[in-house]
């Protein structure tokens, strides 16, 4: 009887979603060792799969995507988000997809906290939790003390920059560049100055070199001449008063020998304080340093970083990145790690692009199978597909983790889901090694595009938001008015009702729509209309029924007043509160109306957009 390899026994158990799979829990006790192994299993992997655990996303349900929201208003929604909750758990697995149905997949759950480890105010003082997200996170069994105490702090790149200007560590110099301009009277005295004092230095170190002084003497000798040491060499720091000054020396510098090594203190307000010139005794010294001070600065940086480390091997790496919802997701990443995000969404996008190439969306490949157009839970997904199609997928996890938690599964369910996907849709997720094309050309296509609505991260952002439905109407977001102060407890139905009663100008054809209990969405569908309406409705010249109407609080307002309650988090408990405080920040009607974009939407044919649904 042949027995099964320990190896293929542990892959045929994992074809399915599977409490067995081992996930590496990483916190700050076992992250340095940690460190090098996502490392070289990044290297060796085509994909990364991210999946992030957060306090909270929507605290309400009108701050989730509607089928109304363009690609604008999805993104204010998703930063509105970013900027308030925390993440506390970052799963990644790095995997490949071998023969169309082996995945070999890595992966590690990271345990974050955004501790001020510096005792410089940095990363955050503060973050909102949402309870339901706690409770969730309670039930798998999350340890939040361990959290707070062992969790893996970081700073993102702009805070390091931050960082490093108030630690005031001195940092090598870039390489020169002459300077075009003539130089001054000013500066030719500074130069002349300081190329004196750093000859007479330099003479004295090369003297005191060759003495074999008591060491008294040579304490003695260092007081009297001054000299200073940096790493047990000698240096000499030269103060100045502006960055043409710092240009100088650094050029001057380059006119001696190669035995000067010039660092640069940086003063805590982000300019240069001083220039620090290090003498070694020889060419190889020389290199010694250099290599010296670039470990110190490899250390210091996985000190400051953190976790981002494991974002920047991600990004360095220039992977693509499989994600399950991608546009929350990456806000997240991008205001946690890379900056504060920009107020603009194709500012995102292209910011985005910079740090991660290739992004791929679960979601955009869930839309190309009908039944799953609007599945958004990834279990329900890998469920669907094992049930009505054959596509067998064997999931491979070579190292072994002895932990029984069952946090960071979920960026092991998007990698079988990819896979399974990849397979259905015969689509090839093979990786392409030569030149630059690092993607396949099919997944190539499906790359940057974010899920609520299909914007390129190549394309203008003016783009249709695409939403499935079995019978749907497009229509422009300039086509739609916001109506709130009806009676409570009024349908659609009866709303569309009373409006067809109450003026002439709803005897063209329109549509209702309830968005919550205070709030209904008219739709006209001959343009101009829209306008009409609200121009009608907010004039004192009204008359007979929609006059009733409005005496009982009956309000109506254009598209663009919903723009400004999402672009600056104007939010209230209904959407009724929210448009009221929107309309009296007067301020607000100072945007360019000329910078406006119209986007195209799909329109339902039910009668209450189901926000639990989104």
């Known amino acids: 009887m042949v027995s099964t390899p320990p190896l293929l026994r542990r892959r045929f158990l994992c074809t399915t979603v599977s409490k067995n799979w081992t996930v590496k829990q990483v916190t700050k006790s076992n992250f340095q060792e940690s460190l090098e192994d996502i490392k070289n299993h990044i290297s060796s992997s085509d994909f990364i799969a991210v999946s992030l655990q957060k306090t909270g996303s929507y605290s309400a349900p009108l701050h989730r995507v509607l089928s109304i929201d363009t690609p604008e208003i999805a993104y204010w929604k998703a930063k509105y988000a970013a ?31 955004p501790r001020d480890e510096l005792k410089i105010g940095m990363p955050s003082y503060s ?11 309670a039930r798998e069994g999350f340890d939040f003390n361990s959290c707070i105490y062992d969790g893996i702090s970081y700073l993102s790149r702009m805070q390091e920059s931050a960082a ?163 546009l929350n997701d990456f806000t997240f990443i991008h205001s946690k790690f890379i900056a504060p995000l920009p107020p603009k969404v194709d500012e995102f996008m292209c910011s985005l692009r910079m740090v991660f190439p290739y992004v791929l969306e679960l979601n955009i490949l869930m839309k190309k199978i009908g039944p799953l157009r609007k599945t958004t839970n990834i279990s329900a997904a890998i469920s669907y597909l094992k049930n009505h199609f054959l596509a067998p997928i064997d999931i491979e996890i070579p190292h072994k983790v002895n932990e029984g938690k069952v946090h960071g599964h979920n960026a092991l369910k998007i990698c079988l889901l990819f896979a399974k996907l990849c ?33 390129n991260l190549e394309e203008p952002v003016d783009g249709n938001i695409s939403f499935w439905s079995s019978s749907t109407r497009k229509v ?22 009373l409006l067809r009663e109450s003026h002439d100008i709803f005897s063209r054809e329109f549509d209702v729509k309830l968005v919550d209990k205070s709030t209904a ?94």
């Open 127 to 137: 973050f909102s939790c949402q309870t339901s997200y706690l409770t969730a996170t």
């Open 521 to 614: 969405i008219v739709v006209f569908w001959q343009p101009g209309l829209s306008q009409t309406f609200v121009d009608i409705i907010n004039s004192d010249g009204i008359s007979g029924s929609l006059r009733e109407l409005v005496s009982d609080g009956l309000k109506g307002t254009c598209y663009e007043t919903y723009k400004r309650v999402c672009r600056l988090g104007l939010w209230e408990l209904n959407l009724a509160g929210s448009l009221d405080r929107a309309l009296m920040k007067t301020d607000c009607y100072l945007e360019d109306d000329s910078k406006r974009i119209q986007s195209e939407m799909y329109w339902y044919n039910d009668d209450v957009i189901n926000l639990e649904e989104l």
């Open 423 to 455: 397979s259905i849709l015969k689509i090839s997720p093979s990786v392409i090694e030569s030149g630059n094309e690092d993607l396949a050309p099919t997944l190539k296509g499906l790359a940057n595009i974010f899920s609520r609505f299909s914007t």
């Open 476 to 497: 422009m977001s300039e086509h739609l008015v916001f109506l709130w102060g009806f009676k409570g407890g009024i349908t659609a139905g009866m709303l569309k009702g």
């Open 164 to 326: 490093k200007t108030q630690m005031g560590n001195p940092i090598p110099s870039p390489d020169v560049i002459k300077s075009s301009s003539v130089p001054t009277l000013a500066d030719t005295l500074f130069v002349q100055r300081i190329r004196s004092r750093i000859k007479h230095w330099k003479n004295t170190c090369k003297s005191s070199s060759l003495k074999t002084d008591e060491p008294l003497l040579w304490s003695i000798r260092k007081i009297v001449l001054g000299n200073e040491e940096y790493r047990s060499r000698p240096c000499m720091t030269i103060d100045v008063c502006s960055e043409r000054q710092v240009q100088l020396v650094l050029e001057m510098l380059e006119d001696f020998s190669d035995d000067l090594v010039p660092l640069i203190i940086p003063a805590k307000g982000g300019s240069i304080q001083a220039v620090r010139v290090v003498w070694t005794s020889s060419k190889e010294e020389k290199e010694l340093f250099e290599r010296e001070l670039q470990n110190v600065e490899e250390e210091e940086n996985k000190k400051i970083r953190g976790f981002r480390e494991v974002i920047e091997l991600i990004s360095a790496s220039q992977k693509p990145v499989v994600s399950h919802n991608s």
């Open 83 to 113: 900027e308030r909750f925390q993440v506390l758990q970052f799963a990644v697995c790095p995997f490949s997809i071998r023969a169309s149905n082996y995945v070999i997949a890595h992966p590690y759950n990271f345990h974050l906290f």
